[in-house]
DNA sequence: ACTACCCGCGAAACCGCTTTCACGAAGTCT
DNA sequence: AGACTTCGTGAAAGCGGTTTCGCGGGTAGT
C-alpha cells in the first residue's frame, strides 16, 4: 500500500504562494502575518489535510510536546488503582492542550539510572511525579530546569509545583465525625509513616483529638502500614490494650476493613460497640459490611490538577500547590 | 544556568577521528566498522557521556522509538486497576528494548478523532490497544499498516496479532471446581456481554455444565456487566427464582464479591449454602469475607506479552496470538 | 598482470520544521 | 523632503541524526 505520503510545509506554502516561513508563522499562531495571507495558508492547510510533523518540530523548536509522568516500580506492581486514575486525569488534561503523556517506571529508590538521564536529555517537557518516600530523584533533577509537578506533598520543601489531596482536612472531619457520634476512646492506625500522606492524616486526626481537650492516651496511635494486614494486626493488639476503644480512624479504606474484619471476629458489633472511618472511599469501602464510613478523595480531580499545574508552568504563569477537597461518605460504620 | 551543552555526532566524530556516518553506524550496531575504529568510537562516546537525541534521530530514520498504548476513556475512568497493570508491563518489555511508551486515552468509540490521526501520522512505531467493545478504532487503523497488538480477544477475526488470557479455561475450571465440591444447581453470572472476554469465560461455564450432562435452567445465566451492583443484584434476583441455587460462578471477582455480600444479608451461609467462584484474583478476592474462590489471571504477564508482540512484529517476525494461562485460587467462598 | 568485485569509510544530501536575519515598503518624525 | 522606524516577509541556516552514493584500496578470478 502506497502510504499517502503526508504534505509538508513546501506543499502548503506552494499552493498558498507564501514562504515555508509564513506556514510556519500561521501554523504557530504568530499575529504577526497578514490576515489575508494567513488565512490562504489555513485553507491550503484545510484543504491538504496537512498535520504538522511533531517529530520534526520538536527536533527544530526543541520543544517534544511529551510530558512524562514517572512511576516508582513499587507504585505500579502493587497494582494499586490509584495511579492509573491519576494518570488518566492528567493524560485527558494534557491532551486537551496538545501535549503527550509518555508513561516511566522508574526502579523505586533509583536517583541516577535510565528514567533520569532521559529526564535530563530534553526529550521531554516536563516531568510528573508520583512521589511517595524518597524526594532524591526530583531533586537530583531540579537543578535541570525541567518543568516538574509532584502528586502527593514533597518531604521536603523544595519550591516545587505539587498537588495533593487534603489528608489532613479530612482526617480531621474523619475523627470529629467520630467524636460527633459520641465516641469516647478514639484510636488511629496510620498509614506508612515514611509517606507525607500518612503523616498528614495522623496531624489531622491528632488536631480533632486535641480539640476534645484531650490528648490520646499511649498505644492509641498505632502505625500501620496501608496493608489489610496491618489494619488486622493493629485492631487486635488495640483490643488487647485497651478494651474500651470506641472508635477506630484508619488511614486508608483497606486497613479499616481489616480492623472490621478482626473486630466482629472477636464478638465486636462494628459501629454498635466500635465505630469505624476510613479514608480514600475505595470500592472496599461499599463491599465491607457493615460498609465503610470513609473519606472520599476524588483521584481524577488530583490527576487534572497536576496536568494544569504542568501546563501553567509550561505558559510560565507562577503556580502554587494545589489542594483537592475530601468528602466525608458516611455509611454504616460509623 | 548554563545546559550543559550534550555532545552531538560531530564532537564525537572529532574525538575519535572518524566521520559522523561511522560514529551512527557504531551507534546503531551496523557490524561493517572495522573493530578499531568502533572501539575508538565507542570510547569517545563513553568518555563524553555522549547520548543519542531520539528526536533528531527519529526525524532522520522515521522511526520514533514510542509505542501508544491506547486505552478507552470509559475504562480508564472506571479506575479498574487492570489496565494499569497490563500497561506496567508493556512498559517494562519496551523500555528493555529501548522503546518508549506513550499513553492515550480514546474517547470510547471514537473511530477518527485526535487518537486516531495521532497514530496515523506516523509519530509512533506501533499501538497497543485495550479492545473492550469495539474493534473499529483497529480495523480503521489497520490500512495504514502501524504494527499494532490488541489486548484482549477483538470481536472480528482480523488478522491483528492479539495477547488475552485464557478466559474459557479459566471459567472452565472455576465451574469444575464448583461441580467437585458437589453443587447440583450452579448459576452464571456474566460480564458484560458485549464483550469477548465476558463471552468466553460463559462459554467455559457453559462447557464444564454441559459435560455433567444437563444444560443450564432458565434463569441460571444472568447477564452482569462487572460492577458490584450487578453482582448484587443478580445474587438477589436468583435467590428469588432459584432458592436451591448452591454455585455461582461470577465473571469478576467484584461481582462476586457483591454476591457474597448479598447472599449473607439474605441469611445464606457461603460457602456452606452457597459456594461461590469469582474471575481475576483481584485485591477484592482477598478482602471479601469469605475469601473468594478464584481464577486468577497474571496480568502483568499479559502485558508483558503484548509488549513482546510489539518488538516481534518490529523486528519482522512472524506474530501468533499469545494465551496467558489462568490459575485456580481456593480460599474459603468454594 | 589486468580487470572485476567487494569492503570499509567519508562526503554530502536529507528528514520537516523553526528561527534568525536582512530587505523593501510603508509610516513617522523633524 | 530626508532620515529613521516599523512591519511583513522570504531566504537560508540550522536542529542532530541517518543514509545514499561513490571512492580508494585490497582480494579474487583468469
Not at 536517583?111 to 529526564?119: F, N, Q, R
Not at 483529638?209 to 496501608?226: S, V
Request: hydrophobic letters at 40%; glycine letters at 10%.
Amino acid at each position: 500500500m502506497v502510504p499517502a505520503q503526508r504534505p509538508t510545509y513546501s506543499v502548503i506554502a506552494k499552493a498558498a504562494g507564501v514562504s515555508e516561513a509564513t506556514v510556519s508563522r500561521v501554523l504557530n499562531g504568530d499575529e504577526s502575518v497578514h490576515p489575508d495571507r494567513a488565512k490562504r495558508v489555513q485553507d491550503a492547510v484545510d484543504k491538504l489535510g496537512y498535520r504538522k510533523n511533531r517529530v520534526a518540530s520538536a527536533l527544530a523548536s526543541g520543544r517534544s510536546g511529551l510530558i512524562a509522568v514517572v512511576i516508582d516500580d513499587d507504585l505500579s506492581v502493587f497494582s494499586d488503582p490509584f495511579w492509573g486514575t491519576v494518570t488518566s486525569g492528567v493524560s485527558r488534561i494534557l491532551s486537551e492542550n496538545g501535549l503527550h503523556t509518555v508513561l516511566m517506571v522508574s526502579p523505586v529508590g533509583s536517583v541516577d539510572g535510565g528514567v533520569a538521564h532521559y529526564l535530563k536529555s530534553g526529550e521531554v517537557d516536563g516531568a510528573i511525579f508520583f512521589v511517595l518516600h524518597s524526594d532524591a530523584l526530583v531533586n537530583n533533577l531540579k537543578k535541570t530546569g525541567l518543568p516538574m509537578v509532584i502528586t502527593g506533598t514533597p518531604h521536603s520543601s523544595m519550591d516545587i509545583p505539587f498537588v495533593d489531596t487534603d489528608n489532613f482536612g479530612g482526617a480531621y472531619s474523619g475523627t470529629k465525625h467520630l467524636i460527633n457520634q459520641g465516641c469516647k476512646k478514639i484510636a488511629c492506625i496510620t498509614g506508612d509513616i515514611g509517606t507525607t500522606a500518612a503523616k498528614q492524616r495522623l496531624d489531622g486526626y491528632l488536631q480533632a483529638f486535641r480539640e476534645t481537650g484531650g490528648i490520646p492516651a499511649k498505644g492509641l496511635i498505632c502505625e500501620g502500614d496501608y496493608s489489610l494486614e496491618s489494619g488486622m494486626h493493629h485492631a487486635r493488639m488495640l483490643l488487647e490494650t485497651h478494651p474500651d476503644v470506641d472508635g477506630i480512624f484508619a488511614s486508608n479504606d483497606l486497613m479499616a476493613a481489616g480492623a472490621v474484619t478482626v473486630l466482629q471476629d472477636l464478638g465486636r458489633l462494628v459501629p454498635e460497640d466500635v465505630k469505624v472511618v476510613g479514608f480514600d472511599d475505595a470500592l472496599i469501602a461499599q463491599t465491607t459490611r457493615p460498609a465503610l464510613t470513609t473519606i472520599r478523595q476524588d483521584v481524577v480531580a488530583l490527576g487534572e490538577a497536576a496536568g494544569s499545574l504542568m501546563i501553567a508552568q509550561l505558559n510560565g504563569e507562577d503556580v502554587k500547590p494545589i489542594i483537592t477537597p475530601t468528602e466525608l461518605i458516611i455509611r454504616a460504620s460509623a
